[in-house]
């Protein structure tokens, strides 16, 4: 095609610059000159034509074919796809910082203080867990004070469709990232499976709010449901466990899951899980994709069948373990919250309380001190790999690998049980001491160490009673002491959170479904037992944070069927009415400020629910009706009748001796009403207004707002929530337990043919529940009126 720009310049320049002439003073080489740039000109115009026409073509194609084939949940795979991917990315990030902060302190403690002083060596060894803990509990309380903790109360109660605010912001994302990595980087006996959790969280939300995901943040329930799938992402990046990630969502994050969201869980969790294998595959050169704690058990015959009573005993003793834990735990976090010695030692410094409690678990774990005793010196991860190997401690003939990870485990005074042991006490003490420090922080992994430790002691005992095996019709089986650890540390850590998701994460994590019925075997059983002696370690942090709540168990007696909402309700309710003037609105919401809603009714004679205002509204609504914009526009329209006061005569002076002729050409000047960019500008250069705008004395506003909030408030111009959850008074216990649960209800107002009779909430359930299992709460008499059919 020839453009154009691509013609002779003396064609282009005489065509265009030559003078007008009439038709017939053109010479005929004029006339082959402009002819020629006309039949250009319209090729060149054919040519964009179809040119535009094939790329509009192209677009309806390309918009027909995603808004067919993929508008419906393509748009949810990208975002599903790039949640994992992002949350993937981050847990490297994390887990490559937490590597360089222990090599630097090895370095510190190894090459640093080589053939120095024992106290040399101590101070190496302290010196950088302290400085990091001490620097994750500063910058989380500068960045985002939110990310304490591990995050997963606060997700549970986020699900329920209770706004948690500020919790999922960037700057909570940037302050837990930091934290955590500063955490686990300092030694302590923590976890990173909550705050990761948080972390996906976080990434969800924030991804939702850019454009090309917009859409599925416009439904509320959606949001939910989303947020509810990357909750598996945290813990399939964590442990590699995309399906244990997704029962665990189910588990801890929500009491009713829907199906319909059990694709985008497990969705997200692969997507997350193998990106953050492959990480490893392509950074650092691991061989192929591999689980985090590789075992190598007897595949034929794992166990013996009489090693299930041992499983079963194992259960046991993990069971009243963990109960004993979350009681010492839940003490301990009373104590640390009502000491007043604490509370003035964190008030006079916020670094101090973190820095002595880093100070003493790293004191403890010194490999020269006590540390000597639970293999200090090797890592937490390595020390699960050395509790989960094939061969026992114990045994006589050894390979020298064999041998060297037994020599972690013993010193020349003592052997392999008393350093497992003091394993289980460390973890035991250290973690409800490190839980207790404002910093990012999660207690899975402590928890599977304490079982695991648990487990290994007595599958050595097993191994030292049986050296042979355990025979069974002539079957001889040996006796896998790693096996033992395997359901010890699904056992221990099932229990203290109450899940039995954890026996799916222990499979995926060391790859062994063998001893798939021992591990669900000892997990029931310490479940139960947990559960009747206590509660798990996240509902008792969001009783202790007052989070709203709502136990997911009832008691198993006749009194949830027979004790209705009418005996729990709160009957004072604090409504509004039409009819009602300004001055009583603002009187009910000052003395009711905890209300977030109010329930509207017709008169207050008949109380017939007409639905539920939010506080904020009417809170605008009275601002609106007597702010100072309403005000200077009734003064200006008085300015345009040409009048000085209010047109109502009923506003008036009550001594007019007190008026002042001149107030109301005094300009009113006001701050707090202009904004940091208009005060730099005044104070530059001052530039009088066109139109002057008089304001109201002070005294004569005051007066008329008064005679502005004796006035009607008009309901109607301001959102009306026309269908509020409604019960009536004879609904039952566990029937108000089903639906809050279910729809993630916080407020239901009762009625009785439409009068508006009480009002329940979570906090009134969660007493009435509390009463029925202390007997405080009777259940009415049941009758049952049986009809004989004709």
Same mark, same amino acid.
């Given at each position: 095609?020839?453009?154009?720009?691509?013609?002779?310049?003396?064609?282009?320049y005489?065509?265009?610059?030559?003078?007008v002439?009439?038709?017939?003073?053109?010479?005929?080489?004029?006339?082959?000159?402009l002819?020629?740039? /006309?039949?250009?000109?319209?090729?060149?115009?054919?040519?964009?034509?179809?040119?535009h026409?094939?790329?509009?073509?192209?677009?309806k194609?390309?918009?027909?074919?995603? !808004?067919?084939?993929?508008?419906?949940?393509?748009?949810?795979?990208?975002?599903?796809?790039?949640?994992?991917?992002?949350?993937?990315?981050?847990?490297?990030?994390?887990?490559?910082?937490?590597?360089m902060?222990?090599?630097? =302190?090895?370095?510190? &403690?190894?090459?640093?203080a080589?053939?120095?002083?024992?106290?040399?060596?101590?101070?190496?060894?302290?010196a950088?867990?302290?400085?990091?803990?001490?620097?994750?509990?500063?910058?989380?309380?500068?960045?985002?004070?939110?990310?304490?903790?591990?995050?997963?109360?606060?997700?549970?109660?986020?699900?329920?469709?209770?706004?948690?605010?500020?919790?999922?912001?960037? =700057?909570?994302?940037?302050?837990?990232?930091?934290?955590?990595?500063?955490?686990?980087?300092s030694?302590?006996?923590?976890?990173?499976?909550?705050?990761?959790?948080?972390?996906?969280?976080?990434?969800?939300h924030?991804?939702? /709010?850019?454009?090309?995901?917009?859409?599925?943040?416009q439904?509320?329930?959606?949001?939910?449901?989303?947020?509810?799938?990357?909750?598996?992402?945290?813990?399939?990046?964590?442990?590699?466990?995309?399906?244990?990630?997704?029962?665990?969502?189910?588990?801890?994050?929500?009491?009713?899951?829907?199906? =319909? %969201?059990?694709?985008?869980?497990?969705?997200?969790?692969?997507?997350?899980?193998?990106?953050? !294998?492959?990480?490893?595959?392509?950074?650092?050169g691991?061989?192929?994709?591999?689980?985090?704690?590789?075992?190598?058990?007897?595949?034929?015959?794992?166990?013996?069948?009489?090693?299930?009573?041992?499983?079963?005993?194992?259960?046991?003793?993990?069971?009243?373990?963990?109960?004993?834990?979350?009681?010492?735990?839940? =003490?301990?976090?009373?104590?640390?919250?009502?000491?007043?010695?604490?509370?003035?030692?964190?008030?006079a410094?916020?670094?101090?309380?973190?820095?002595?409690?880093?100070?003493?678990?790293?004191?403890?774990n010194?490999?020269l001190?006590?540390?000597?005793?639970?293999?200090?010196?090797?890592?937490?991860?390595?020390?699960?790999?050395?509790?989960?190997?094939?061969?026992?401690?114990?045994?006589?003939?050894?390979?020298?690998?064999?041998?060297?990870?037994?020599?972690?485990?013993?010193?020349?005074?003592?052997?392999?049980?008393? *350093?497992?042991?003091?394993?289980?006490?460390?973890?035991?003490?250290? %973690?409800?001491?490190?839980?207790?420090?404002?910093?990012?922080?999660?207690?899975?992994?402590?928890?599977?160490?304490?079982?695991?430790?648990?487990?290994?002691?007595?599958? $050595?005992?097993?191994?030292?009673?049986?050296?042979?095996?355990?025979?069974? *019709?002539?079957?001889?089986?040996?006796?896998?002491?790693?096996?033992?650890?395997?359901?010890?540390?699904?056992?221990?850590?099932?229990?203290?959170?109450?899940?039995?998701?954890?026996?799916?994460?222990?499979?995926?994590?060391?790859?062994?479904?063998? *001893?798939?019925?021992?591990?669900?075997?000892?997990?029931?059983?310490s479940?139960?037992?947990?559960?009747?002696?206590?509660?798990?370690?996240?509902?008792?942090?969001?009783?202790?944070?007052?989070?709203?709540?709502?136990?997911?168990?009832?008691?198993?007696?006749?009194?949830? &069927?027979?004790?209705?909402?009418?005996d729990?309700?709160?009957?004072?309710?604090?409504y509004?009415? *039409?009819?009602?003037?300004?001055?009583?609105?603002?009187?009910?919401?000052?003395? %009711?400020?905890?209300?977030?809603?109010?329930?509207?009714?017709? %008169?207050?004679?008949?109380?017939?629910?007409?639905?539920?205002?939010? +506080?904020?509204?009417?809170?605008?609504?009275?601002?609106?009706?007597?702010?100072? #914009?309403r005000?200077?526009?009734?003064?200006?329209?008085?300015?345009?009748?040409?009048?000085?006061?209010?047109?109502?005569?009923?506003?008036?002076?009550?001594?007019?001796?007190?008026?002042?002729?001149?107030?109301? #050409? /005094?300009?009113? &000047?006001?701050?707090l009403?202009?904004?940091?960019?208009?005060? !730099?500008?005044?104070?530059?250069?001052?530039?009088?207004?066109?139109k +002057?705008?008089?304001?109201?004395?002070?005294?004569?506003?005051?007066?008329?707002? !008064?005679?502005?909030?004796?006035?009607?408030?008009?309901?109607?111009?301001?959102?009306?929530?026309?269908?509020?959850?409604?019960?009536?008074? +004879?609904?039952?216990?566990?029937?108000?337990?089903?639906?809050?649960?279910?729809?993630?209800?916080?407020?239901?107002?009762?009625?009785?043919?439409?009068?508006?009779?009480?009002?329940?909430?979570?906090?009134?359930? +969660?007493?009435?529940?509390?009463?029925? /299992?202390?007997?405080?709460?009777?259940?009415?008499?049941?009758?049952?009126?049986?009809? $004989?059919?004709?």
């Open positions: 095609m020839k453009k154009r720009n691509d013609l002779p310049q003396d064609v282009l005489e065509s265009y610059m030559a003078p002439q009439s038709y017939d003073e053109k010479k005929p080489t004029d006339l082959f000159r002819s020629y740039v /006309k039949e250009e000109e319209k090729k060149l115009r054919k040519e964009l034509h179809a040119l026409g094939f790329q509009g073509w192209l677009l194609c390309t918009t027909y074919v995603w !808004r067919n084939l993929f508008g419906h949940f393509g748009e949810e795979w990208f975002y599903l796809a790039a949640l994992g991917i992002l949350v993937a990315l981050i847990s490297y990030m994390i887990d490559w910082g937490v590597k902060c222990n090599w630097s =302190r090895m370095w510190l &403690y190894k090459d640093l080589v053939g120095g002083h024992p106290w040399a060596r101590y101070f190496a060894w302290i950088l867990p302290v400085t990091l803990c001490m620097f994750s509990a500063g910058f989380v309380k500068l960045v985002g004070p939110k990310a304490v903790g591990s995050g997963i109360p606060e997700m549970k109660t986020l699900l329920r469709g209770v706004y948690v605010k500020d919790f999922l912001t960037f =700057r909570v994302l940037v302050a837990k990232v930091v934290g955590i990595t500063s955490t686990l980087g030694s302590m006996p923590l976890g990173k499976e909550g705050p990761l959790m948080h972390i996906s969280c976080c990434c969800a924030l991804l939702g /709010k850019m454009v090309s995901f917009r859409g599925i943040y439904n509320e329930s959606r949001k939910l449901e989303m947020l509810a799938a990357a909750t598996a992402v945290g813990v399939g990046c964590t442990f590699g466990a995309p399906i244990g990630g997704v029962l665990l969502s189910v588990e801890l994050t929500t009491a009713y899951y829907g199906t =319909r %969201n059990y694709w985008r869980g497990f969705c997200a969790a692969v997507w997350g899980a193998t990106f953050y !294998r492959l990480l490893l595959v392509w950074i650092e691991v061989e192929s994709v591999t689980v985090v704690f590789k075992t190598s058990f007897f595949v034929d015959t794992p166990w013996a069948a009489q090693e299930l009573l041992a499983f079963s005993i194992l259960g046991i003793i993990c069971g009243f373990g963990a109960a004993f834990y979350m009681r010492m735990r839940i =003490r301990f976090g009373r104590f640390v919250k009502g000491s007043e010695l604490i509370k003035k030692i964190k008030q410094n916020h670094f101090v309380y973190p820095g002595f409690i880093s100070l003493v678990v790293a004191s403890i010194f490999p001190g006590i540390g000597q005793f639970m293999a200090g010196h090797v890592g937490y991860a390595v020390q699960v790999q050395h509790m989960f190997a094939n061969f026992s401690w114990m045994a006589p003939n050894l390979t020298v690998a064999q041998q060297a990870v037994v020599n972690n485990w013993k010193t020349p005074w003592t052997g392999p049980y008393l *350093h497992l042991v003091c394993l289980i006490a460390f973890n035991f003490v250290c %973690n409800i001491l490190a839980a207790t420090m404002p910093i990012p922080n999660g207690s899975f992994i402590p928890n599977f160490r304490i079982g695991a430790a648990a487990g290994r002691i007595l599958g $050595e005992l097993m191994n030292t009673w049986y050296p042979t095996g355990l025979s069974y *019709h002539g079957r001889i089986t040996k006796v896998v002491p790693g096996g033992y650890a395997l359901v010890g540390a699904a056992a221990f850590s099932g229990a203290v959170t109450q899940t039995m998701c954890v026996c799916m994460i222990v499979l995926e994590m060391s790859s062994q479904i063998t *001893h798939v019925i021992p591990i669900l075997i000892a997990n029931l059983i479940n139960s037992i947990a559960q009747l002696c206590s509660s798990s370690l996240y509902d008792s942090a969001i009783k202790a944070k007052g989070l709203p709540y709502l136990p997911d168990m009832l008691p198993r007696n006749s009194a949830i &069927y027979s004790v209705y909402v009418e729990f309700m709160v009957t004072d309710v604090k509004i009415y *039409h009819g009602m003037s300004f001055e009583k609105l603002k009187n009910l919401l000052t003395e %009711n400020k905890g209300i977030k809603t109010f329930p509207l009714v017709n %008169n207050p004679v008949r109380l017939i629910l007409l639905g539920s205002i939010p +506080r904020m509204q009417l809170i605008d609504l009275i601002e609106t009706h007597v702010g100072k #914009n005000r200077l526009q009734e003064l200006n329209d008085e300015e345009q009748n040409e009048c000085k006061k209010p047109k109502s005569e009923q506003f008036r002076l009550e001594d007019d001796n007190t008026y002042d002729s001149d107030s109301d #050409n /005094k300009f009113t &000047y006001n701050p009403y202009e904004s940091p960019g208009e005060i !730099r500008a005044r104070t530059k250069s001052v530039t009088l207004p066109t +002057r705008v008089c304001d109201l004395t002070p005294k004569l506003q005051k007066k008329w707002e !008064r005679y502005q909030m004796q006035k009607s408030v008009d309901f109607r111009t301001c959102p009306i929530d026309p269908a509020p959850f409604q019960l009536v008074e +004879r609904t039952s216990l566990l029937k108000v337990h089903s639906l809050f649960s279910l729809v993630g209800l916080n407020t239901a107002y009762v009625t009785a043919i439409g009068r508006l009779i009480g009002v329940v909430a979570l906090k009134e359930l +969660r007493q009435a529940i509390s009463d029925v /299992k202390s007997g405080k709460l009777q259940a009415h008499g049941i009758s049952i009126i049986v009809t $004989e059919e004709k």
